[in-house]
């Protein structure tokens, strides 16, 4: 089980950058899936990018590809989302979300995660 909180959204305008910071605790940190989703009202939630906390491999929706990367610090259980170049349409709620996995590669499909945050605001503005 993990638990995590987000942090780090904010204001921006378009062509700038943010960083979301997820701090997780609990028992084990090894062997998750740690992801970032984000939400508009009105939509569905979707999936921005993930992380495995013992391989290191990432996964990236491709709306996001070559603008945000997502990365972690295992000492601090701590992972990031660097957001650049952003978008007016990258406005959302942006999610964190963890889920045991022993399999190395992490998805960014929402189901496949079990524990989550309770989102930070993101806003950008043309």
């Known amino acids: 089980q993990v638990q995590v909180v987000e942090s780090g959204g904010g204001s921006a305008q378009a062509g700038g950058s943010l960083r979301l910071t997820c701090a997780a605790s609990g028992p084990t940190y090894s062997r998750y899936c740690m992801g970032w989703f984000r939400q508009v009202p009105g939509k569905e939630r979707e999936g921005v990018a993930s992380?495995?906390?013992?391989?290191?491999?990432?996964t990236y929706a491709d709306f996001v590809k070559d603008r945000f990367t997502i990365s972690q610090d295992s000492a601090k259980r701590t992972v990031y989302l660097q957001m650049s170049s952003l978008k007016p349409e990258d406005t959302a709620m942006y999610y964190c979300?963890?889920?045991?996995?022993?399999?190395?590669?992490?998805?960014?499909?929402?189901?496949?995660?079990?524990?989550w945050g309770q989102g930070t605001q993101v806003t950008v503005s043309s």
């Open positions: 992380i495995h906390t013992s391989t290191d491999r990432t």
């Open positions: 979300a963890g889920a045991y996995s022993p399999y190395g590669l992490c998805s960014v499909i929402e189901p496949d995660y079990n524990y």
